[in-house]
């Protein structure tokens, strides 16, 4: 397989999430398409299912100037600072949705292998290593498509997530924080300090070997860069999407 | 907020690895309005609207059969058939 890869800076959330769909409307004439991408200002998503309110303290995010949005897939609320982000773009393999999720997450994992770091797959949709989560990944089917993207946490600072993320009982909040301490990791807390864009080749590199694909950094046409700005404006930067739920 | 009669509503949250949380507002005993939020996955996501709308106006002891019907060729994690049944039914128990 060809697989185009866009090696991509810190954006904005609506942008990243608009971007994300654009190149899945467009996966026909695109390819396969792999970018990684970061986020700037730092935002927090929740999922598909989530409620805005009930899962942000959008009065903190504000003063924090964290950006919020609403992804296309489903899961959980993501504090977006110190990490890579990827996101990949396929034609839908046969068998079951939630059996493909492994497929790209072993991207992830050989890239994590080219670091030194012995990861493995945990659940449908998390990749841990020693027990510890280091990446949360989701997918979705659409336009005829595959989108899956994914996080790999760079550091973390779960204090600061916590002052973002709301939790269902408050009065549990010190035990939930030491908890996600216990059980979240990062390449920092791992000693790997390494450059964004230098991650970005080695992950690729990750993904190249997990897919059996060739990889060729192609920009995206006008097209889907115009498909995205309108997705930005109408859907990821609208109040109508990030509150629907 | 004066209730208006015959209407309760319940909330459940309901923790099998993923969360599951149920608002719900029933009339007498049939669900008036429903939502459904939680950090599962579904596939197709539109599934979840179908779910809510197909469960307004149904009474708790229809709810078990509408809701397996709907995710029938679905694919999910954090969220079954099952735990929604328990979710609106825990609801249900705990209106006011």
């Known amino acids: ?79 977006h600072k110190y990490e890579l982000t990827y996101s990949i773009v396929l034609p839908p393999p046969p068998g079951k949705i939630l059996d493909s999720y492994r497929i790209v997450e072993k991207g992830i994992v050989n890239g994590l292998k080219a670091l030194g770091v012995d990861a493995e797959l945990s659940g449908i949709n998390d990749i841990v290593v020693g027990g510890k989560k280091i990446s949360g990944n ?8 595959m989108l899956q993207h994914g996080t790999l946490l760079m550091d973390v600072d779960v204090d600061e997530m916590f002052s973002l993320l709301k939790v269902p009982q408050e009065k549990m909040k010190d035990k939930m924080i030491k908890n996600v301490k216990e059980r979240v990791t990062s390449l920092h807390n791992l000693g790997i300090d390494i450059e964004f864009e230098e991650l970005q080749k080695i992950m690729g590199g990750g993904f190249k070997k997990a897919l059996n694909a060739e990889l060729y950094e192609e920009n995206l046409p006008d097209k889907v860069l115009s498909q995205a700005r309108k997705l930005e404006v109408e859907k990821y930067g609208s109040r109508k999407w990030n509150f629907k739920r | 907020m004066v209730a208006e009669s015959g209407i309760s509503r319940g909330r ?28 599962f996955f579904l596939h197709p996501e539109e599934k979840i609207d179908e779910l809510e709308k197909s469960l307004r106006g149904k009474s708790v002891k229809e709810i078990r059969e509408v809701i397996e019907r709907v995710l029938e060729n679905a694919e999910y994690v954090g969220l079954s058939p099952d735990t929604l049944v328990e979710a609106v039914n825990q609801a249900w128990k705990r209106r006011n």
């Open chain 1, 1 to 79: 397989m060809e697989l185009r890869v866009i090696f991509d800076k810190k954006n904005k959330a609506a942008w990243n999430m608009a971007l994300d769909e654009a190149i899945l409307m467009h996966l026909e004439e695109l390819g396969p398409t792999l970018r990684f991408y970061g986020w700037f200002p730092p935002a927090v998503s929740i999922g598909y299912f989530q409620s805005m309110e009930e899962e942000i303290d959008l009065k903190k995010a504000s003063e924090l100037g964290v950006d919020v949005v609403r992804r296309l897939t489903g899961g959980g609320a993501v504090y």
């Open chain 1, 138 to 145: 989701a997918q979705t089917r659409r336009y005829g498509g």
């Open chain 2, 12 to 39: 459940a949250i309901i923790k099998r690895g993923k969360l599951i949380k149920i608002d719900a507002s029933f009339r007498e005993d049939r669900i008036e309005e429903l939502k459904i939020t939680g950090d």
